[in-house]
């Protein structure tokens, strides 16, 4: 599981705690998450980023649903979202008219281009963990951050990744393998662990769809910065390499505006486009408004109540705790096959992307593990 990556990395730094991935580090250590980056896509298109793929050490489960503000929580905190509370791409929160629609992504109120929610919606409340970056911090290890300027005082980077840390800001490819370089290559005796971000794999497969010429340039692109920083990376350093998700092309879209049986007994919708978390008006059934999702939707979509999905352990192996699990939807509909159920309405430049993810199809979920040197 992607959040196996950071406990193991904090045991492979003599923090007393698991190592299930059997991580080995000499002095210190750069994780590079890669957004966007599926196992299932590297493999298919291994020839196009070789580098990567002779380095995959092994294969992760990003966790439901596979979305990158849970995934980066996941990875941060070292536990599944049902513990951190980040159950989604957009989720409802509760207000004094019943729910309105939270985006952790951007930390942002009533859809993803709405009013910052830092004031609103703390962080540091929204998320209650510590997170494993603290924990490396508290234990005397350095730590770095190699990832974009506005990333730095973000709402989920203060509600997941918590520590402080020295940024090296890094916008582009090169930015991103001098920040990774400055972290390594040091002479000093403190350990130092860095994070390290690249998002434009993620940006071009949601636009012109994984595996397209565009989303196949971008990786090529990433395989050899890649290769050159494995050039110039000392021995004191490892380096990991992961995803947050993988993708699927849309094939056939659903349009929920467009299907008023399933605004019946509806507050909110919430999620994306493979993943919608269904919030109920007062006196409605969640079983009634399930199976008439489900009934409306046939093969497009698996429906469950929140209370099946929490049975089934979704969002993990641990129940959340109230407020948590009042963050879940009533009634979740996950995509199957390539459908997706999309509302141009509320999400008009969603709507019109190629890639998706969120849902459970392996080429969704599986993402690797890149370790090099190998351990």
Same mark, same amino acid.
């Given at each position: 599981?992607?959040?196996?990556?950071?406990?193991?990395?904090?045991?492979?730094?003599?923090?007393?705690?698991?190592?299930?991935?059997?991580?080995?580090?000499?002095?210190?250590?750069?994780?590079?998450?890669?957004?966007?980056?599926?196992?299932?896509?590297?493999?298919?298109?291994?020839?196009?980023?070789?580098?990567?793929?002779?380095?995959?050490?092994?294969?992760?489960?990003?966790?439901?649903?596979?979305?990158?503000?849970?995934?980066?929580?996941?990875?941060?905190?070292?536990?599944?979202?049902?513990?951190?509370?980040?159950?989604?791409?957009?989720?409802?929160?509760?207000?004094?008219?019943?729910?309105?629609?939270?985006?952790?992504?951007?930390?942002?109120?009533?859809?993803?281009?709405?009013?910052?929610?830092?004031?609103?919606?703390?962080?540091?409340?929204?998320?209650?963990?510590?997170?494993?970056?603290?924990?490396? /911090?508290? @234990?005397? !290890?350095?730590?770095? #951050?190699?990832?974009? %300027?506005?990333? +730095?005082?973000?709402?989920?980077? $203060?509600? *997941?990744?918590?520590?402080?840390?020295?940024?090296?800001?890094?916008?582009?490819?090169?930015?991103?393998?001098?920040?990774?370089?400055?972290?390594?290559?040091?002479?000093?005796?403190?350990?130092?662990?860095?994070?390290?971000?690249?998002?434009?794999?993620?940006?071009?497969?949601?636009?012109?769809?994984?595996?397209?010429?565009?989303?196949?340039?971008?990786?090529?692109?990433?395989?050899?910065?890649?290769?050159?920083?494995?050039?110039?990376?000392?021995?004191?350093?490892?380096?990991?390499?992961?995803?947050?998700?993988?993708?699927?092309?849309?094939?056939?879209?659903?349009?929920?505006?467009?299907?008023?049986?399933?605004?019946?007994?509806?507050?909110?919708?919430? /999620?994306? @486009?493979? !993943?919608?978390?269904? #919030?109920?008006?007062? %006196?409605?059934? +969640?079983?009634?408004?399930?199976? $008439?999702? *489900?009934?409306?939707?046939?093969?497009?979509?698996?429906?469950?109540?929140?209370?099946?999905?929490?049975?089934?352990?979704?969002?993990?192996?641990?129940?959340?705790?109230?407020?948590?699990?009042?963050?879940?939807?009533?009634?979740?509909?996950?995509?199957?096959?390539?459908?997706?159920?999309?509302?141009?309405?509320?999400?008009?430049?969603?709507?019109?992307?190629?890639?998706?993810?969120?849902?459970?199809?392996?080429?969704?979920?599986?993402?690797?593990?890149?370790?090099?040197?190998?351990?």
């Amino acid at each position: 599981m992607l959040c196996d990556v950071m406990p193991s990395v904090c045991s492979a730094f003599g923090v007393d705690g698991p190592n299930p991935l059997e991580l080995v580090v000499q002095r210190d250590a750069v994780l590079l998450l890669i957004d966007g980056l599926g196992a299932e896509l590297l493999r298919a298109h291994s020839d196009d980023a070789p580098n990567l793929a002779a380095h995959v050490r092994s294969t992760l489960q990003a966790g439901f649903p596979a979305t990158t503000a849970t995934s980066l929580s996941s990875l941060a905190l070292g536990a599944p979202c049902a513990a951190h509370g980040i159950v989604g791409y957009s989720f409802g929160v509760p207000d004094e008219h019943g729910r309105r629609l939270f985006n952790p992504l951007r930390w942002t109120i009533d859809g993803a281009s709405g009013p910052d929610a830092r004031a609103s919606h703390p962080p540091g409340e929204m998320q209650r963990l510590r997170s494993r970056l603290q924990v490396l /911090g508290d @234990a005397g !290890v350095e730590i770095h #951050y190699v990832m974009p %300027g506005y990333q +730095d005082g973000s709402g989920l980077t $203060r509600a *997941s990744f918590r520590a402080p840390g020295v940024l090296h800001p890094a916008s582009h490819l090169d930015e991103l393998r001098e920040g990774v370089l400055a972290v390594a290559g040091h002479d000093g005796s403190v350990r130092r662990f860095g994070y390290a971000y690249f998002g434009q794999l993620d940006a071009a497969g949601h636009l012109h769809g994984p595996g397209s010429p565009e989303w196949r340039h971008v990786l090529r692109s990433v395989d050899a910065v890649f290769a050159d920083i494995l050039t110039d990376l000392p021995p004191t350093c490892t380096l990991l390499t992961t995803g947050d998700h993988g993708m699927i092309t849309a094939e056939a879209l659903v349009n929920l505006d467009a299907l008023p049986q399933l605004h019946e007994g509806v507050r909110l919708i919430a /999620g994306e @486009a493979r !993943v919608r978390q269904v #919030y109920l008006t007062r %006196g409605h059934r +969640d079983h009634e408004v399930a199976q $008439r999702w *489900s009934q409306t939707l046939g093969t497009h979509a698996r429906v469950v109540t929140r209370e099946q999905a929490l049975d089934e352990h979704w969002f993990g192996p641990t129940p959340p705790n109230p407020v948590i699990a009042h963050r879940i939807g009533h009634v979740l509909a996950v995509a199957e096959g390539r459908s997706v159920l999309v509302s141009p309405s509320q999400e008009p430049s969603e709507s019109r992307m190629l890639g998706h993810h969120g849902a459970w199809s392996v080429e969704e979920q599986a993402i690797p593990l890149i370790v090099s040197p190998s351990d």
